[in-house]
């Protein structure tokens, strides 16, 4: 344990705004009570205090969202948000105009992993389906939301697999073809575990030739063995301890395996050489108080001394979950490498 | 290093505690036009931004949540020290805490600080299981019959279906079939939605305890129009497309098109599409091809202007037919019986320690959900208390006693099971033409079971029957004036989840359409794993439970006035026509919603079904699309005297 509480709330308190501090003490709180010692996981009260919110074809701020169930065998569903269409009225957008390319033009389309530490939340939950509404207004986009399958009760690889079948099937999917040349341009993006996600599926999807235009990763969740500098300095520190992350990893990656798992570690000791892969370009934001960060930025360096192409946004005074309100020059500035890095890949 | 400097805007929840000295450079930082930055307001409303995530938090009491949060903080680590070692991970004690609405995160956290400060109390023992009942069914002694006022007949009646399967203890651990996926779906009414075309902005609030305003206020943030009001929400269309084969959208928009056109009374374009419909219907499979049937046929029907109530029609419409595909509806999918589940689990909470209870149900019919009531009671480690259930239902068009016979039925299980037990049927075409002195009027053998005068508790119980009292004017404002007047100690109200009463025919018509989409859906994937039916008989139920739903949405889309009893309203409306009548929300709570999602696990069969708390209420749905939603009431402190 690291730390005086007291000590911890004070330094924590003042980097944040109070409503962003509320916000995730809660998350933190109510996440304490879910996590079992021995491994299991209290679902029903996690689904319970889950915060939801439904799909609403209606136009709202521009933006519509359904959801779609994309495997049927496997009850896989997403969330799609697209740019409301121009006609205005009728309130409701028939549900033909929905599977219509918002654009003539060239348009990303966002496929989207949500945070939880590979345990919590869905595509449903408030705060990222705000994210992805977000992301939406920004850029034009077409945003699938993945709910892919949770650990405990799912481990490595079903998250991969879902993220997987989500990008097969926006391949397969005509609507999503848009500009003249009828292209898919796909961009993997994820928060925490959701972005460790997209960098495996976007793996997966250099190994089988289908095109990623970006990744576009926000406070990835990555690990190893070793203890880094940042996660004993800042351990119990600002929400996050190292102890959490050690339970969430365990409950992650299969049984016996430990934090070296290339799961967890991509760029350790077990993990996939990239060089000859053609991996896509990735935009990397790391927040400067979230106690992973050294292994963020060994995930960089990874990436470039693989020859790959990456950009990193280091925000230093920022906290995990700076992107879930927008109050703080953190928000709108990543907000805004986030737009261009999309549109300039178009 | 340089600190970066935040504040909230728009109505937001207030700055620092410690103003710091901070950076202020940037031109981003330029404060935006919106909510004055004057005195502060104790009387302002919620956070914005969070209200936005589902978090309801006054900005007058951000501070205190935040206090609270640190409280719980170090309340949870020190039970968790006593425990072990690891303080991130609580012991299992602290979270078979009850929550409820953990929207309010002040109330949520005040719950919690008392259940952790407080030496927890013993846990009641979870409800045992009830042993197969359906054995005991075959005694009747009719001399000490504790049943109807009627001079008893002496008849054999079989024993009443499974809802000895049906008992409450809560499932051991592997139940979480449905564990790491999704649980989706839920009030339509969110507060969240905003709609542009509900701009009006709430009266904003300047930040409270705010020591860091004027100076630092200018980098204020997020005073942009998302942060923006709010205040009255438009209901949410919440669409799950669960086919997106070409035909299928096809199908739906002809379906779409043709409703348009009737609503414009072009009725001879209308026409055409019917019959367009139904050869694109045919082309398709499975469900989609049914509710396109069902909505063609309705929407032909309606077109026609087939007189209502034809020779046809009245024998269909006999409630006997009613209750055998409701009956069907209850085996082939978890609805009714989730329905029940948690009508019964607030009934048994509001009757806990109750030695008289009364419970009235609107809508008596087979009185599937008693024999659970009434097991769970004579389980109560207290002992069961007297019951005594007054049954509403239709007249019957061929004399039969329906409601009679049931009571005979739920009779010889009270007595098999040891609950004193009294029965009444009151035949009644509406609830409205129901007075409360007929429902608190006891018959003539009251005589030894008077407990020095105590009190009876009531609960009245209605499962789908209120939506049709909105049928005539003034009729849902008379029957709650009654319920108030029986003064009950818990209203339950469970209804269909969707708004089949509001705006245009087209409107009504397209939340029907996604309605019974999501319906029909489900019935194909549902039959649990514990459904005691062979493949062909749940084939039969889900037939018939097609047919039962086919009435439904024959009656939403092709009838008008008084015949249009099928006039679903969602949860959000229901809570305001509630509230306005003089109730008071009751919350069920996690423990509630558990043993519901544990069931479901259970009977539920298909992965698709998904329980949902919002506000203190429960749903069900398939995937994202909540179908069903219970509710439970009290008088309110304002109604009571």
Known sequence: MAGSNEVNANECRMVVPLNTWVLISNFKLAYNMLRRPDGTFDRHLAEFLDRKVPANAAPVNGVVSFDILIDRTNNLLARIYRPAPPNPSPATTPLADLHRPPSPDPFPVIIFFHGGSFAHSSPNTAIYDSLCRRFVSLSGAVVISVDYRRSPEYRYPCAYDDGWAALKWASTEPWLHGGKDAKLRVFLCGDSSGGNIAHHVAVRAAESGIEVSGNILLNPMFGGNHRTESEKRLDGKYFVTIQDRDWYWKAYLPEGADRDHPACNPFGPNGVNLEELPFTKSLVIVAGLDLVQDWQLAYADGLKTAGKDVKLVYREQATIGFYLLPNTDHFYEVMEEIKNFVTSNL | ?641
């Open chain 2, 1 to 641: 290093m340089k600190r970066e400097h935040q504040e909230t805007g728009a109505g937001g929840g207030g700055g620092y505690h410690v103003a710091t000295a901070g950076d202020m450079t940037g031109a981003k930082g330029k404060m935006t036009a919106g909510p004055s930055m004057g005195t502060e307001d104790d009387d302002c409303g919620v956070d914005e931004l969070l209200a936005a995530l589902g978090y309801k938090v006054r900005s007058s009491e951000m501070a205190d949540v935040a206090q609270k949060l640190e409280q719980l903080e170090v309340a949870m680590a020190s039970t968790a020290a006593a425990a072990s070692d690891d303080a991130s991970v609580l012991p299992q004690i602290a979270s078979d805490t009850v929550h409820y609405d953990p929207s309010d995160l002040a109330t949520w956290l005040d719950s919690m600080l008392s259940e952790l400060n407080a030496p927890p109390p013993p846990l009641p023992p979870p409800p045992p299981v009830a042993a197969s009942v359906h054995h005991h069914h075959h005694r009747f002694d009719v001399s000490t019959a504790s049943a109807v006022s009627e001079p008893p007949a002496i008849t054999t009646v079989a024993p009443l279906r499974p809802s000895d399967a049906y008992d409450f203890k809560p499932v051991p651990a592997p139940a979480i079939a449905s564990g790491g996926r999704v649980v989706y779906g839920l009030d339509p009414q969110s507060e969240m939605i905003v709609s542009p075309r509900d701009q009006k902005r709430k009266r904003t609030c300047s930040p409270s305890s705010s020591s860091s305003r004027g100076a630092e206020a200018g980098r204020a943030r997020g005073s942009r129009t998302e942060g923006a009001s709010s205040a009255k929400p438009a209901a949410a269309v919440p669409v799950v497309v669960v086919d997106t084969q070409e035909t299928g959208i096809r199908l739906v928009h002809a379906l779409m098109a043709c409703a348009e056109a009737v609503q414009q009374e072009n009725l001879k374009a209308a026409d055409a599409l019917v019959k367009h419909i139904s050869v694109l219907a045919a082309s398709q499979d499975g469900p989609m091809r049914k509710v396109a049937g069902y909505f063609a046929a309705a929407i032909a029907r309606r077109i026609y202007r087939r007189r209502p109530l034809s020779q046809v029609d009245r024998a269909l419409d006999s409630p006997a037919l009613d209750d055998l595909l409701h009956g069907h509806f209850y085996e082939s999918c978890p609805y009714l019986k989730f329905a029940h589940f948690t009508a019964n689990q607030a009934i048994l909470e509001a009757f806990s320690s109750c030695r008289r209870v009364h419970v009235i149900d609107f809508g008596m019919r087979q009185g599937l959900q008693w024999p659970a009531l009434l097991q769970a009671l004579a389980l109560r480690p207290e002992g069961p208390p007297s019951l005594r259930l007054t049954g509403i239902g239709p007249p019957q068009s061929d004399h039969s006693d329906a409601l009679q016979q049931v009571g005979w039925k739920l009779a010889m299980l009270a007595k098999s099971i040891g609950v004193d037990f009294r029965y009444r049927g009151f035949v009644a075409s509406s609830l409205a033409d129901l007075e409360s002195r007929m429902l608190l009027e006891r018959d003539g053998n009251e005589g030894d079971r008077d407990d020095e005068g105590e009190e009876e508790a009531v609960a009245v119980n209605s499962v789908m029957e209120l939506h049709r009292l909105l049928a005539r004017t003034g009729a849902l404002e008379k029957v709650l004036r009654m319920v108030l007047a029986v003064r009950p100690r818990i209203v339950t109200v469970v209804e269909e989840e969707a708004n089949h009463n509001g705006g245009t025919f087209l409107d009504r018509f397209t939340e029907a359409l996604h309605y019974y989409s999501s319906m029909f859906d489900s019935l194909e994937g549902s039959g649990g794993q514990a459904a005691e039916a062979g493949e062909e008989e749940q084939q039969q139920h889900r037939a018939m439970a097609e047919a039962y739903l086919g009435r439904q949405i024959c009656n939403v889309v092709a009838c008008e006035g008084a015949e249009r009893t099928e006039r679903h309203e969602t949860l959000g409306q229901w809570r305001g026509r509630m509230a306005r009548a003089g109730f008071e929300p009751a919350h069920l709570g996690s423990n509630a919603f558990k043993q519901a999602s544990m069931l479901l696990a259970l009977y539920a069969g298909g992965d698709g079904f998904r329980v949902e708390e919002t506000d203190g209420c429960l749903t069900l749905g398939w995937h994202t699309r909540p179908l069903i939603a219970t509710s439970a009431w009290r008088v309110s402190a304002a109604a009571t005297r």
